[in-house]
């Protein structure tokens, strides 16, 4: 018997529907909110009421893409945090409300349990146990994944995730939200000549907060011997910012592969959609005789094809939730 599942995301400010069919992704619908580029980054309210208005024709295209009617469906899967309360909310009570309906069992997911699980929708899919390296703009950690459901944490961010330190970067250089893809389309036309402090951080953890500041630090300065240097050196400073973050991750990724012995690393997350940092992450891996995993581009940032994909490994061991499901913000492995 064929198995159906519609998989919603609405974390952030994405909102997402995807189906997956018999293994395979057969949709996977997004409707973006530009309306926050306005505001330098994400107004969690606007965001709710966003979601509200895209949810029901996101997943009207998702089935039609899919050819799937929803009477076919097998079962119904959410994420359920981390993220914003207000866009969980929408996302949760959709969710609920049609598996009710339609008396389909319910799936919860957590959001970064699905980025690595990402690495799982195409070939070549690792095996177990494997590192990933998961990067996003709100959490940068390193797991050892034993299997579908256990992962071990072994480093994440003491402060502030990676994505944070482009985003931050972004509005330091009047760059228009969100400031990744910016920041990485303006690398690859500069060269890395301004050299940034690299973080004291023992162990496998991450910290960005001070790199942050002395980004800051640093443009301050130039600007006031040189009121137009950022407008003048704008590809260069991008390119040595994202050159440093980069190093940093990869750094500690080597760091990890060392110290557990695992040849088999991914990476997943919105920043893993990142140019510089796949590129780098590959030529390491060569390197460093790694068998390397990567997501395609539209499975790196927030999309519900990796909700689905996980989703399925939970069906598959009948692991639903009732009604009494509720969203949570800080949810974590």
């Known amino acids: 018997m064929s198995v159906h599942i519609l998989a919603i995301e609405s974390s952030c400010d994405d909102t997402s529907a995807s189906v ?10 997004v409707a973006s909110q530009k309306i926050h580029s306005q505001y330098g980054g994400v107004v969690p309210e606007v965001a709710s009421r966003k979601h509200q208005i895209n949810i029901i024709p996101t997943v009207h295209q998702a089935l039609n893409q899919a050819g799937i009617n929803k009477e076919d469906l097998s079962a119904i899967a959410v994420t359920k945090g981390p993220g914003l309360m207000g866009s969980l909310l929408v996302g949760v009570t959709f969710a609920k409300t049609l598996a009710l309906a339609l008396r389909l069992p319910l799936i919860e997911i957590n ?8 690495l799982f929708i195409d070939e070549p899919k690792p095996n177990f146990p494997f590192l990933c390296l998961t990067v996003s703009g709100g959490h940068t950690q390193i797991a050892i994944v034993n299997d579908e459901f256990n992962m071990e944490i072994i480093g994440r961010t003491i402060d502030d995730a990676a994505g944070e330190a482009f985003d931050k970067t972004g509005k330091l250089l009047d760059l228009p939200y969100p400031a990744g893809p910016v920041i990485d389309k303006l ?17 496998l ?4 907060s001070g790199l942050k500041t002395s980004i800051l630090y640093f443009l301050q300065k130039q600007i006031k011997n040189d009121p137009d240097f950022i407008k003048n050196n704008l590809e260069d400073i991008c390119c040595s910012v994202q050159t440093r973050i980069v190093d940093i991750l990869i750094k500690k990724l080597i760091k990890a592969a060392r110290e557990t012995g695992i040849k088999d690393i991914g990476i997943a997350g919105g920043v893993s959609a990142n140019s510089g940092l796949r590129n780098a992450f590959l030529e390491t891996a060569g390197i460093q005789h790694w068998n ?4 395609k581009f539209e499975y790196c940032t927030d999309n519900a094809a990796m909700i689905a994909r996980t989703a399925l490994f939970k069906y ?3 692991m639903f939730v009732g009604q009494d499901i509720t969203p949570e913000p800080r949810l974590r492995l």
């Open 316 to 318: 598959e061991k009948k």
């Open 187 to 203: 690398a690859a036309a500069g060269t890395p000549k301004y050299k940034f402090p690299e973080p004291d951080i023992r162990g």
């Open 205 to 208: 953890d991450f910290s960005f």
């Open 111 to 118: 959001h970064m349990h699905a980025h690595v699980m990402a």
């Open 292 to 295: 390397a995993f990567i997501p």
């Open 20 to 29: 997956i069919s018999d293994g395979k992704i057969a949709s996977n619908m």
